[in-house]
């Protein structure tokens, strides 16, 4: 069983709305930090967004205003609602669950910003 599954990605035009999803398998879900990364070709892997166990969330200053994330424990799975989309938007997008003594990362799912 794969621990995070990305969802929801897909092509959207420049304003619009897209809704990622992880869902996670295992243990300890409630007490891992967990966020969203995305990767540019030919660039370096950047944060988007945090959150930890206690709700704290952290945004790249590139999505802030725009991006929100957040989680549901009691489904084991983690959001990142995107409005106002840009094409710089455009990027795959990892999930990554830190638990401290584990961290995992989902398979990526693209999203891309086009007209």
């Known amino acids: 069983q794969v621990p995070l599954v990305e969802s929801g990605g897909g092509l959207v035009q420049p304003g619009g709305s897209l809704r990622l999803s992880c869902a996670a398998s295992?243990?300890?879900?409630?007490?891992?930090?967990m966020g969203w990364y995305r990767q540019i070709p030919g660039k370096q892997r950047e944060s988007v967004a945090t959150?930890?166990?206690?709700?704290?969330?952290n945004y790249a200053d590139s999505v802030k205003g725009r991006f929100t994330i957040s989680r549901d424990n009691a489904k084991s799975t983690m959001y990142l609602q995107m409005n106002r989309l840009k094409p710089e938007d455009t990027a795959v997008y990892f999930c990554?669950?830190?638990?401290?003594?584990?961290?995992?990362w989902g398979q990526g799912t693209q999203v891309t910003v086009s007209s």
């Open positions: 295992g243990t300890d879900f409630s007490i891992a930090v």
């Open positions: 959150i930890t166990a206690k709700g704290a969330t």
């Open positions: 990554n669950v830190d638990k401290g003594y584990r961290n995992d």
